[in-house]
C-alpha cells in the first residue's frame, strides 16, 4: 500500500490543474498592487523559504525585478523596519508560522501593498495579508511537504506572469510535466546505493536550481535522517568542498545557469577527493562524467524543468527513505509549521 507521502507526490499535477484558473486571477490582483514597487520582499520558513529562493531567481530573470528574503525576527523588534518602496510577499503552507504576521503587518502599517500566498485563507497570516493566492492543496497529510510546494511553484509562477503582462513559457503546461516526472521517477531504477552515502551528500546548484537543490537536500534529510546539506556552485567550490571525501556523495542539479565548464570543474574536483558523484540534469544537456545520472526527459524551459527535478528529490526522499526503513509519513523530529528565527 503507498504511504501517504507517495500519494501526495502523485497529487501535485491534479491540483496544479485545478487551481490554474482562480490562481491565475487572484496572481492578477496582486500584480495590481505590485506594479510600481521598487522590489519584493518575501518572507518564509523551510520549504516556502526555498520557494522564496526560487522566485528571487526567476522574478530577477524574468522581469529585472529585485526580490529580498525577509529576516522575520527583525520586524519582532521595537525598530521598525524601513520598508519604503517595497511589495511584501509572505508565504506559509499553514499560514501559522510565527513572526510572518509581523513582517505583513509592518508593510500595512506603513501602507506598502502585502500579499500571502498559503492554504488556509482563514490563518492569520490570511487575514492580515491585503491578497491572498491560495494553494488549494488539500490538507497535508504527510509532514513532509510535497504538494503544497509544487502548488506554491505554480502560484509564484503565475504572479511572475501577471507582472509581466504576457504569457509565460511553459506555464499552460506544467502540470503535464509535473506529471511526467511524478511517472517516470516512481517507476524508474534510481542510483539509491550511491546517494544512501555512510557520510551524507551535498547538493549542488545555481539560480533557479539553488532553489532545487535546497529543496531536494531538505526532503531527504526531513524523510530519510540522511545528512544533506545544500550549496551554491561558487559557494561550495569556495571551501566546504574541503570537508566532503570519501564516504560522501555530490548530487549535482543541472539548470540553464549551471555552465557544463564549471560543472565539469565541480565533479572533476569531488573525483579528486574521492567522491562518488551523481548528476540530475535534463534530457537537453549533454552527458558528464559522473557515477551515475538521473535524466529527466522533456524540452520544457528552465524553470520548468527545475520543478520536475524537484519531483524527482522527493521521490528519491521517498525511496530512499523507504530503504533506511524509516517512517515516512511521520518523520521524526519534524514539525508541520516552521518555527519562526
Not at 104 to 114: C, D, F, I, K
Not at 168 to 178: P, Q, R
Not at 261 to 270: M, R, S
Amino acid at each position: 500500500m503507498p504511504t501517504v507521502f507517495e500519494e501526495e507526490i502523485r497529487s501535485q499535477a491534479e491540483l496544479i490543474r485545478g487551481r490554474t484558473k482562480l490562481g491565475a486571477e487572484e496572481a492578477t490582483h496582486v500584480a495590481v498592487t505590485f506594479r510600481d514597487v521598487d522590489y519584493v520582499l518575501v518572507a518564509a520558513r523551510g520549504s516556502s523559504d526555498n520557494a522564496a529562493v526560487f522566485f528571487q531567481y526567476f522574478a530577477g530573470q524574468e522581469l529585472g525585478l529585485v526580490v529580498a528574503l525577509a529576516a522575520p525576527s527583525l520586524y519582532e523588534s521595537d525598530t521598525p523596519m524601513k520598508l519604503n518602496g517595497a511589495g511584501v510577499l509572505a508565504i506559509s503552507q499553514s499560514g501559522r508560522t510565527p513572526g510572518l504576521v509581523n513582517v505583513v503587518e509592518t508593510a500595512n502599517g506603513q501602507g506598502r501593498p502585502s500579499a500571502s500566498i498559503t492554504n488556509d485563507v482563514t490563518s492569520p497570516l490570511g487575514r492580515a495579508s491585503s491578497h491572498v493566492m491560495e494553494l488549494r492543496a488539500g490538507q497535508e497529510r504527510a509532514v513532509a511537504s510535497t504538494k503544497t510546494f509544487a502548488t506554491t511553484w505554480h502560484a509564484l509562477a503565475q504572479l511572475v506572469e501577471a507582472l509581466k503582462g504576457s504569457p509565460l513559457a511553459g506555464l499552460a503546461t506544467l502540470a503535464d510535466t509535473v506529471d511526467r516526472a511524478a511517472t517516470w521517477a516512481l517507476s524508474a531504477t534510481l542510483p539509491l546505493d550511491l546517494l544512501n552515502a555512510e557520510r551524507g551528500l551535498t547538493v549542488v546548484g545555481r539560480g533557479v536550481g539553488q532553489a532545487v537543490a535546497a529543496e531536494i537536500a531538505l526532503k531527504i534529510r526531513e524523510v530519510t535522517g540522511l545528512r544533506a546539506e545544500a550549496y551554491s556552485a561558487a559557494d561550495y567550490l569556495h571551501g566546504p568542498i574541503g570537508a566532503d571525501g570519501s564516504g560522501t556523495v555530490l548530487l549535482l542539479v543541472l539548470t540553464d545557469e549551471l555552465s557544463t565548464d564549471v560543472a565539469e570543474t565541480l565533479l572533476e574536483d569531488c573525483r579528486r577527493l574521492s567522491m562518488n558523484t551523481v548528476v540530475l540534469r535534463s534530457s537537453s544537456r549533454g552527458t558528464f562524467l559522473s557515477d551515475a545520472e538521473i535524466v529527466v526527459e522533456g524540452t520544457e524551459p528552465n524553470w520548468c524543468v527545475a520543478l520536475a527535478e524537484i519531483v524527482v528529490g522527493q521521490v528519491l526522499a521517498l525511496r530512499l527513505g523507504e530503504r533506511r526503513g524509516r517512517p515516512i509519513d511521520t518523520s521524526p523530529g519534524l514539525n508541520k509549521v516552521t518555527l519562526s528565527a
